[in-house]
Nanobody, 126 residues
């Protein structure tokens, strides 16, 4: 099993920045991909970004490109999401997820992930 704990959420005004962290524990050696998803009030959960646990191949949703940066610190078993130029539409609960599957047809699909954190609230005020 893998346990994921998100942190770093909070309240920020539009144009501000936040850095989210996702600490993984347990069988971290089984992780191939770490991803970030978010869910705005009244909306479905959507993909934000993902990164390979080994190597460097970040992928971003169109809404995040140019503003968000996903990174990792393997020594700390932690993945980060640096969010800059935040907009009110970025508001939502942000979840980190881990996939233990080497093969996947779509890493931007939540069903491709096996473990999920409890989420951290991000609120962007206008």
């Amino acid at each position: 099993q893998v346990q994921l704990v998100e942190s770093g959420g909070g309240l920020v005004q539009a144009g501000g920045s936040l850095r989210l962290s996702c600490a993984a524990s347990g069988r971290t050696s089984s992780i191939y991909v770490m991803g970030w998803f978010r869910q705005a009030p009244g909306k479905e959960r959507e993909f934000v970004a993902h990164i390979m646990w080994s190597g460097y191949s970040p992928t971003y949703a169109d809404s995040a490109k140019g503003r968000f940066t996903i990174s990792r610190d393997n020594a700390k078993n932690t993945v980060y999401l640096q969010m800059n130029s935040l907009k009110p539409e970025d508001t939502g609960v942000y979840y980190c997820a881990a996939s233990s599957r080497y093969y996947s047809t779509n890493r931007q699909f939540g069903g491709s992930y096996d473990y999920w954190g409890q989420g951290t609230q991000v609120t962007v005020s206008s």
